[in-house]
T-cell receptor
Framework: GAVVSQHPSWVICKSGTSVKIECRSL??????MFWYRQFPKQSLMLMAT?????????EQGVEKDKFLINHASLTLSTLTVTSAHPEDSSFYIC??????????FGPGTRLTVL | KQEVTQIPAALSVPEGENLVLNCSFT??????LQWFRQDPGKGLTSLLL?????REQTSGRLNASLDKSSGRSTLYIAASQPGDSATYLC???????????FGKGTTLSVSS
């Protein structure tokens, strides 16, 4: 149990386009999901906390108008990178909290912006 | 602000050695601590979760300890194997339901 999926696993897009990444908890309901970003050879940095039915809470320095997060159901959160640029190229990973104790991570999405 | 530090940043050992990875955190008021494994270009695999009230957790050849008062955790890997080669990440949760704060990881290479 406690499986989290992400789609797509990788995406290449042109500069200026928007990309949507989905995070799904497959076998449990997640009231809270988290989005992290990892640059090469760096650790994971929290971008935002997403609660079902409410607006996401963004970390300092993360542009909420650029990284749109929607948590419309207890099993799905989406991250849309709007008007992507090469500096947005990164590894995006989501996690879902089944209870307050543990988070389960998706396999990540590799975004490359040309 | 919580900060997590992992030492060493990289480690190379021959197969069969026992090894210890270190993790320290600046704020001892944590809810739990987790150790993860990350293979190159891949997501995270959870290894061990230690609640703040616990002192250690064991899974197979892995043993993680937690000394909350001193802000330290160690991950002990027994009889290392080439398949253990990966980056090991330590992360803490400050309060229940909040995000994990990660260290930069220790990249382990086990040679056969």
């Amino acid at each position: 149990g406690a499986v989290v999926s992400q789609h797509p696993s990788w995406v290449i897009c042109k500069s200026g386009t928007s990309v949507k990444i989905e995070c799904r908890s497959l076998d449990f309901q997640a009231t809270t999901m988290f989005w992290y970003r990892q640059f090469p050879k760096q650790s994971l940095m929290l971008m935002a906390t997403s609660n079902e039915g409410s607006k996401a809470t963004y970390e300092q320095g993360v542009e909420k108008d650029k990284f749109l997060i929607n948590h419309a159901s207890l099993t799905l959160s989406t991250l849309t990178v709007t008007s992507a640029h090469p500096e947005d190229s990164s590894f995006y990973i989501c996690s879902a909290s089944r209870n307050l104790d543990e988070q389960f991570f998706g396999p990540g999405t590799r975004l490359t912006v040309l | 602000k919580q900060e997590v530090t992992q030492i060493p940043a990289a480690l190379s050992v021959p197969e069969g050695e026992n090894l210890v990875l270190n993790c320290s955190f600046t704020d001892s008021a944590i809810y739990n601590l987790q150790w993860f494994r990350q293979d190159p270009g891949k997501g995270l695999t959870s290894l061990l979760l230690i609640q703040s009230s616990q002192r250690e957790q064991t899974s197979g050849r892995l043993n993680a300890s937690l000394d909350k008062s001193s802000g330290r955790s160690t991950l002990y890997i027994a009889a290392s194997q080439p398949g253990d080669s990966a980056t090991y990440l330590c992360a803490v949760v400050g309060q229940a339901g909040t995000a994990l704060i990660f260290g930069k990881g220790t990249t382990l290479s086990v040679s056969s």
